[in-house]
């Protein structure tokens, strides 16, 4: 398989504290394979959405290098790095900050006509196709005040697919929804992932981290475990049993 993503040696300080520097992400060393769909769980401050920011490129590292596709991102000027988030990363957030002055469908096409690399038309197009694909296509026109949190969940997905990422980062995308709207956005992240794009969430959430082929287990600023579970296949697994596993996984790490 080859890398889609890849951290070395990487660590990330909060600055000196009374006796020595203090460290949020310590000698992180991951790799990610093009097409995996991989969590990241472990206790609140454990460092996981610094992780996730910094290896996405959002934060700056402190030490080590981060290569996405091949390429030394970590060294990248931030101009540079806008334009790869811009343009080959999605990113879908537990709150999900849409802008108020647009309509739904603009917030969607937003960083499509901004990366430039398609006519409107077509841009247009896409979005709509989208949205059609999440079920919110009647929905183009409103506001962020008249969707729901499960739609709004949607667009958010819908805007982090716009412009054809290869990688898809999420930072505990589904928190603020209830169990009905988890399962359908885990839904279709599963086939969003099945489509061949990479996926990467932070989740407190066995029944959200049971979808992923792997889990990474962070504490204290280290990423000191790595299961492999397989491909959840949809039509032939209990999740139940996943979840049951997972669990037992996690209690045996102390969590």
């Not at 769909?37 to 996981?48: A, E, Q, T």
């Not at 080590?64 to 091949?70: D, K, L, P, T």
């Not at 937003?110 to 296509?137: E, P, Q, T, V, W």
Request: proline residues 2%; charged residues 25%.
């Amino acid at each position: 398989m080859t890398a889609i993503l890849e951290a070395r040696d990487v660590n990330k300080s909060a600055g000196v504290g009374e006796n020595e520097e203090q460290y949020i992400l310590k000698n992180i060393n991951l790799q990610l394979e093009k097409g995996e769909f991989v969590s990241i769980m472990g206790p609140s401050g454990s460092g996981k959405s610094t992780l996730l920011y910094t290896i996405s490129g959002m934060d700056q590292i402190s030490t080590g290098s981060v290569y996405f596709n091949g390429r030394p991102i970590s060294a990248f000027p931030e101009k540079e790095l806008a334009s790869l988030r811009l343009t080959q990363m999605g990113f879908i957030f537990q709150h999900i900050h849409l802008l108020k002055n647009l309509n739904l469908f603009d917030n969607i096409i937003l960083s499509a006509y901004l990366a430039k690399h398609s006519s409107r038309d077509a841009i247009n197009r896409r979005a709509m196709s989208l949205m059609k694909k999440m079920g919110i296509d009647g929905l183009a026109e409103h506001n962020i005040t008249q969707a729901s949190g499960g739609q709004l969940e949607r667009i958010a997905i819908c805007r982090a697919l716009i412009n054809n990422p290869d990688i898809i980062f999420g930072d505990e995308p589904t928190g603020a929804l209830n169990s009905k709207s988890t399962q359908e956005i885990m839904d279709i992240l599963g086939d969003i992932n099945a489509s061949g794009t990479t996926i990467l969430l932070v989740t407190h959430d066995v029944k959200v981290a049971s979808r992923s082929e792997r889990v990474l287990f962070m504490m204290d600023g280290q990423l000191v475990a790595d299961k492999r579970f397989g491909k959840y296949e949809k039509e032939r697994e209990d999740l139940k049993t996943r979840e049951h596993q997972l669990g037992q996984w996690l209690s045996s790490m102390g969590f």
